[in-house]
């Protein structure tokens, strides 16, 4: 998927059938509703359903992010598939509509997908070559153009000029791993995510301004130490060395960076643990991670009351008693839900889930404050686990047992092209890829005023 920070089960299984469980009205969800927003009427899953239009097809890659209501798919014969939100043009596909469902995206000739990630709004795909390509939102200039402007189609990062095994998105900014175990980073600075040494504040006019950054920079406090792999939250990241330690940064609110405090970090910082990690990921706010001997972790904020909630939270790794004794395969986190392979079963929670996206099953719960089994999955061999904003995306192995869950039929994935507010269809100019009227973000002055998004 778009970590590679999770293993799979084996490295033979390494293709299967994509099921989905949450949210999939991915204009509205979580958003107030007003009437800019166009719906898509598609219901929420309680339970996984296998995706209808890619039922046939063998899935070897799949990317979500814990902030992103967009889906990049890979199938074996290298066919690539997006769905999702596209306000900004994240999708790809020139324009800014929808696609409930899977829908096949055109790339550069001679262009195939190595690796994958999601932010917020915006899209980058590592290609087979090393080569970095991104679409979405480019305000902050997450994705790599000093144009700050959105790309709508897959547009060349040539200013990252090294060879990129490796790609993470947080929320509006990226980070991409080189094959000298080297990282760069670029987008949105305001909580130090990028691991620049500085916020990018700027004083203006007595108002606080962020300097957005659109070039590549590499990481410089990190240059002597080999990453294996990285992981974006909404504003952290988190990266894992080749001798086993997780080095942190950005956003510390809620203790999610792990070093027994709540301050945010400008520069990498080494988690201080007893023994070496062998994998770890971050949620939208916290973090999950495996030892060397597959004890499963987590830090932050995961709940909305008790312990690993915002009034307690947990500072630094702590061990999570309710899966003790199960080895940890895999596991993803999201806006709330947290999703675990763990020997042969497939466990779910989230405390504070609105969608169903923890897929605990029809007559369930929406949410779920405890690790529980889905019973419904028992006998499927779960692959790969990725957690949404608001759903979750399942590959697992095929099987009768697969066969006989629901399927999620989207019907047709080309709708006509929605209008905005001004009546002005919501397109892209097709030869530069940047998005038009309404949606159309201008370069800014010096900076962009501060938000309040942690």
Request: net charge positive; charged share 20%.
């Amino acid at each position: 998927m778009g970590d590679s920070s999770s293993s799979t089960t084996s490295s033979e299984e390494t293709t299967g059938t994509l099921l989905i469980c949450g949210g999939t009205d991915w204009p509205v969800l979580g958003r107030t509703q007003s009437s800019k927003l166009v719906a898509l009427g598609s219901r929420d899953l309680p339970q996984f359903h296998i995706i209808g239009a890619l039922k046939d097809k063998k899935v070897r890659l799949v990317t979500t992010g814990p902030i992103s209501c967009h889906n990049l798919v890979v199938t074996e014969d290298e066919s690539v598939y997006v769905f999702g939100r596209n306000d900004c043009g994240q999708l790809g596909l020139g324009d800014l509509d929808a696609r409930l469902g899977p829908t096949r995206l055109t790339l550069p000739d001679g262009v195939t997908v190595a690796k994958a990630a999601t932010g917020r709004n915006h899209t980058v795909i590592i290609s087979n070559l090393g080569k970095v390509y991104a679409m979405g939102d480019n305000r902050y200039g997450q994705c790599g153009h000093p144009s700050l402007k959105n790309l709508s189609i897959p547009t060349h990062v040539s200013a990252l000029n090294v060879t990129v095994v490796d790609v993470a998105c947080g929320g509006d900014f990226t980070v991409c791993l080189s094959d000298k175990g080297k990282l760069f980073s670029f987008g949105h600075p305001e909580y130090g995510q990028l691991g620049n040494g500085t916020d990018g504040k700027t004083l203006q006019a007595n108002r606080v301004y962020y300097d957005p950054y659109p070039v590549p920079k590499v990481i410089s406090a990190l240059e002597d130490v080999q990453i294996k792999s990285l992981s974006c939250g909404t504003n952290h990241t988190l990266a894992l060395d080749a001798n086993g330690h997780i080095w942190s940064w950005g956003a510390g609110g809620y203790g999610r960076l792990g070093h027994g405090d709540q301050k945010d970090q400008s520069r990498p910082k080494m988690i201080v643990a007893p023994r070496p990690w062998s994998q770890m990921r971050a949620g939208a706010t916290f973090c999950m991670a495996n030892d060397q001997y597959g004890n499963y972790h987590m830090w932050g904020k995961f709940k909305v009351s008790g312990e690993g909630s915002s009034g307690s939270p947990w500072t630094h790794p702590k061990m999570l008693g309710d899966l003790a004794g199960f080895k940890v395969r895999c596991f993803s986190g999201g806006g709330s839900q947290i999703a675990v392979i763990a020997d042969d079963t497939t466990v779910t929670w989230g405390q504070a889930c609105h969608n169903y996206e923890h897929g605990a099953g029809e007559g369930r719960p929406k949410s779920q404050s405890k690790p529980d089994r889905l019973g419904y999955l028992e006998g499927v061999k779960a692959i790969r686990v990725d957690c949404g904003a608001m759903h979750t995306l399942l590959l697992v192995a095929p099987g009768e047992k697969v066969l006989s869950l629901p399927e999620w039929d989207t019907g047709s994935s080309e709708p006509e092209p929605k209008t905005t507010a001004k009546g002005r269809k919501r397109k892209a100019d097709e030869s530069t890829g940047v998005t038009a009227g309404n949606d159309d973000v201008k370069p800014r002055g010096r900076g962009i005023k501060a938000t309040k998004r942690k």
